[in-house]
């Protein structure tokens, strides 16, 4: 057997400890005589299993009591519409573009009510975050909206925005789980688990309780109100077990590491490794505005695209796959997801290093 360096931004690399322990108990959960995949979600083995993700990711997070933690489907994207539904109450919603997704989110919104664009980094191709200290919002906004790590351009929000009161709600499908959060600041915090937390098909949704109502926009479907599964615990119907049991080891895993101080700090470690080299390579330069660099996603480019090919085609010989950037920006990117070993990402500068002596 032999494993690769996964650089993909999602689905993406998972610690090999919780794939180990899955593959061992495949055949046979705990001496129940069958797999996760195949066992009720009503017995009380998965119960056991559901409550203690919940448990532990409440931990992780220090989550307060009076939010709710929802596994959910759907993906990421669901959300764009799950949100509006339930939450526009007043039919208006402020959101800040800084990359495709949330300017999908914004698009989707649309559909229920009144969306305006408070800020936005289009201009310099999402390459920065914009000044949120002292935006127009909406006087009548139900919520202002961001994508808090832009996964396809490598930024992150290293300060959430001044939302003058109103509730935020933020994406943070690819920064999940990796540093600590104070989840009082927001009203809604969500995403899908396929980059840092477990495998696609789950997505996991944090609602402070006040928002989770059965006032939601009329023609709302049963499926798509978060009251639905707040009340259901999220066993209103069958849910991603066999994702939710995946999720819950990497807590369990996150846990051992230390938690998200801890985890943090690797991740500090390895973005600095990577950015360090690129900030005085001849041949790559990173893409973004350095103060607003995510720690989990790393584009950078050579400025001519057959050496960015040439390049991603001999990394991929080496070992070090899925490093193609997003076919919206081209050049290179390297996902360094919580799962992603210091190891993996020496290896790849020592690589880059080499390519850049042949290739300068
Ligand atoms: N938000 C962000 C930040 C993402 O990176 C992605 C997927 N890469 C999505 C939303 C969409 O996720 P999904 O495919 O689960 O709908």
Known sequence: MSRVYNFSAGPAVLPE???KEAAAEMLDYKG???SVMEMSHRSSVFQEIIETAEADIRDLMQIPDNYKVLFLQGGASQQFAMIPMNLMKNK?????????WAKKAAKEAEKYGEVHVVASSEDKTFSYIPDCSDLDISEDADYVYIC???TIYGTKFKELPNTKGKTLVADVSSCFLSEPVDVSKYGVIYGGVQKNVGPAGVVIAIIREDLITDDVLEG????LKY???ADAKSLYNT???????ICGKVFKWLKKQGGLEAIKERNEKKAEILYDYLDES?????TVVPKDRSLMNVPFVTGDKDLDAKFVKEAKKAGFENLKGHRSVGGMRASIYNAMPIEGVEKLVEFMKAFEKENL
């Not at 208006?92 to 495709?100: E, N, R, S």
């Open 220 to 223: 709302t479907p049963t499926m």
């Open 92 to 100: 208006v919603a402020d959101y800040i573009v800084t990359g495709q």
């Open 32 to 34: 129940c005589g069958m």
């Open 282 to 286: 001849k041949l790559f330069k990173g």
């Open 17 to 19: 400890e919780v794939l």
């Open 148 to 150: 808090e790590n832009n």
């Open 239 to 245: 849910p991603p077990a066999y994702g939710i049991y």
């Open 227 to 229: 009251k639905t599964h």
